[in-house]
Every structure is written in C-alpha cells, then in structure tokens.
Nanobody, 127 residues
Framework: EVQLVESGGGLVQAGGSLRLSCAAS????????IGWVRQAPGKEHEGVSC????????DYADSVKGRFTISRDNAKNTVYLQMNSLKPEDTAVYYC????????????????????WGQGTQVNVSS
C-alpha cells in the first residue's frame, strides 16, 4: 500500500520555525520527485517546493524562497521541509506528493501530475 504521511505541523508565532516531514512507503522512493503543496482556507492549491531524485535539484515558490529549505533522506524514505521566518500567510494545510517522472517544478506546474498524495498536516502561524 502506497503511503505518504506528513507530520510536524502545528501552531507557531510569526517569525518562528517548523520542520515538516513526509514519510513514504509502498513505492520505490528513490525514483520519485517529492513536492510540497499547500492549500490555505478558501484558496487554490499552491506549489511550495519540490526535490528531484536523480540530481536532487530543488525548486521553490517565490513566496518561500530564502525561508524554506527542502531536503530528502533516501535511507529513511523521508523528505523534510524546514520552514523559517514563518508568516501568517503561510497558514495552510501542507501536503506532500510524489511524482514518478521525477519532475521538480513549482512555477506553472500542474499538480495533478503528482501520482501519490499524503493526507496533509495543518500549519497555523499567528501574528
């Protein structure tokens, strides 16, 4: 059974930090790009960041560049999203997703291309 399980969300004050984790199982993790997508209340899904498998390239939305860092540990089948200098506008449900084609793009990327999705973890940033 394919599973992507996010954890690490919570409530934090503006300026604070959180580290999200995405633990994968049931597929060959090393072959997949992993992305983070968020959805704020009443808004569309927004690609946040991604990391490829083969060359470990990364991409970030402009809104999080310089604040968020994505990384992966293939030995643990886990991807991390370190989020620093959090802002109230970062409040959203954060999902991780896996792409078998190992594509890693955030801008103008059709998120329906992701093959697998997690259930999401809530991040709330208070002002």
């Amino acid at each position: 059974e394919v599973q992507l399980v996010e954890s690490g969300g919570g409530l934090v004050q503006a300026g604070g930090s959180l580290r999200l984790s995405c633990a994968a199982s049931g597929f060959t993790f090393d072959d997949y790009a992993i992305g983070w997508v968020r959805q704020a209340p009443g808004k569309e899904h927004e690609g946040v960041s991604c990391i490829s498998s083969i060359d470990v390239s990364t991409d970030y939305a402009d809104s999080v560049k310089g604040r968020f860092t994505i990384s992966r540990d293939n030995a643990k089948n886990t991807v991390y999203l370190q989020m620093n200098s959090l802002k109230p506008e970062d409040t959203a449900v954060y999902y991780c997703a896996a792409d078998r084609a190992d594509n890693c793009f955030v801008v103008n990327w059709d998120i329906s291309a992701y093959d697998y999705w997690g259930q999401g973890t809530q991040v709330n940033v208070s002002s």
